[in-house]
Nanobody, 121 residues
Framework: QVQLVESGGGLVQPGGSLRLSCAASGSIFSIYDMGWYRQAPGKQRELVASITSGGSSNYADSVKGRFTISRDNAKNTVYLQMNSLKPEDAAVYHC???????????????WGQGTQVTVSS
């Protein structure tokens, strides 16, 4: 099993910044893609950003130029630096990891519990 624990959410004013972290632990054999989804009330889940083990990243158009995803493979941790936050960025942010474990070599998507980001003055 792989456990993902997010941190760094909170309340921020429009134009402010937050940095989310997500650490993976457990019987990890290898982690491939990692990333962040978000879901706001009444809206569909949206892929915010993803990053491969080699460092190639992908962003939703709505966050390009404002958000930066990075990862530390040695720590099995992915980060999301969010700048110039807007009220429409408010959502629950979930991290995910596409990983294999020492007991289950197939790739599965593992999810964190989510962290709330609120953008309001």
């Amino acid at each position: 099993q792989v456990q993902l624990v997010e941190s760094g959410g909170g309340l921020v004013q429009p134009g402010g910044s937050l940095r989310l972290s997500c650490a993976a632990s457990g019987s990890i054999f290898s982690i491939y893609d990692m990333g962040w989804y978000r879901q706001a009330p009444g809206k569909q889940r949206e892929l915010v950003a993803s990053i491969t083990s080699g460092g190639s990243s992908n962003y939703a158009d709505s966050v390009k130029g404002r958000f930066t995803i990075s990862r530390d493979n040695a720590k099995n941790t992915v980060y999301l630096q969010m700048n110039s936050l807007k009220p429409e960025d408010a959502a629950v942010y979930h991290c995910y990891a596409k990983a294999s474990t020492t007991t289950l070599p197939r790739l599965f998507d593992y999810w964190g519990q989510g962290t709330q980001v609120t953008v309001s003055s």
